[in-house]
């Protein structure tokens, strides 16, 4: 049997770190080809490399009945009017769903299905919890001033597909607008 350190794990909803397991750093540079807006980008990124999110992941066991999960934490900001977002992606194995649990900060799971490539938005904060059905591809978008924190939690066997949709970068992206977050096709004007 798992042991109490595997079987327990403390997180910190305003920072987003488990005790004890590294973190991922996504950076502003690992971000090329996610933002509509390609010329703010260049131009963000030849000013600065920022960070804009961390994933720690736990990942015990990869039986098929067996659960993963990761906390994430996605810095507020924009490139363009465009907020600050997670690559996205697929699951690899395409059935595989996934549940997201908001902790703090104010964000939004953008979601395109795969079949239709229709677009969905739903919010991502705390006392709020998003389904993510599966061959559904899933982006994180932190839409307030704080840094948005959040749980995923997904079968083990899920993997990540993030080729797939990189190629489109998702038919909608989320923009800033008199203040509000409004979802918009790419191409389209607020
Ligand atoms: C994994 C789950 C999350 C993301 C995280 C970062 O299935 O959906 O843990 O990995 O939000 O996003 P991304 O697109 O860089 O993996
Ligand atoms: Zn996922």
């Given at each position: 049997?798992?042991?109490?350190?595997?079987?327990?794990?403390?997180?910190?909803?305003?920072?987003?770190?488990?005790?004890?397991?590294?973190?991922?750093?996504r950076h502003l540079s690992d971000l090329r080809g996610c933002f509509a807006d390609a010329a703010a980008y260049e131009q963000a990124l030849a000013v600065d490399n920022p960070l804009v999110y961390t994933v720690a992941s736990v990942a015990l066991a990869g039986g098929a009945g067996d659960l993963n999960y990761a906390v994430g934490r996605l810095m507020p900001g924009c490139i363009g009017n465009e907020f600050y977002l997670t690559k996205g992606?697929?699951?690899?194995?395409?059935?595989?769903?996934?549940?997201y649990l908001g902790l703090s900060g104010d964000g939004l799971m953008l979601l395109e299905d795969e079949m239709?490539?229709?677009?969905?938005?739903?919010?991502?904060?705390?006392?709020?919890?998003?389904?993510v059905p599966g061959h559904t591809a899933h982006r994180?978008?932190?839409?307030?001033?704080?840094?948005?924190?959040?749980?995923?939690?997904?079968?083990?066997?899920?993997?990540?597909?993030?080729?797939?949709?990189?190629?489109?970068?998702?038919?909608?992206?989320?923009?800033?607008?008199?203040?509000q977050p409004v979802l918009i096709p790419k191409q389209g004007k607020v």
């Open positions: 049997m798992l042991n109490v350190e595997q079987l327990l794990s403390r997180f910190d909803p305003q920072t987003g770190e488990i005790a004890g397991v590294p973190a991922v750093e992606h697929f699951h690899a194995w395409r059935d595989a769903a996934e549940i239709t490539g229709e677009s969905r938005v739903v919010p991502l904060r705390p006392h709020h919890v998003a389904y994180t978008v932190n839409v307030g001033p704080e840094p948005l924190i959040y749980i995923g939690v997904y079968p083990a066997r899920a993997g990540h597909d993030y080729d797939a949709i990189a190629r489109t970068n998702f038919r909608h992206l989320v923009v800033e607008h008199d203040g």
